[in-house]
């Protein structure tokens, strides 16, 4: 199973740079957390 975040654009830089306390934060939650947090970008057209 795969979960996603969604970020609203003028928020990615915020989560890039913390990706490491949110990794944390959601460790604490869930015990299945396993990967780095990967940026991915989608383009809507």
Request: charged share 20%.
């Amino acid at each position: 199973n795969n979960a996603k975040i969604q970020v609203p654009e003028n928020q990615i830089t915020i989560v890039i740079n913390k990706r490491s306390e949110i990794l944390t934060y959601f460790k604490s939650m869930f015990d299945a957390v396993l990967e780095p947090l990967q940026p991915h970008s989608v383009l809507n057209v």
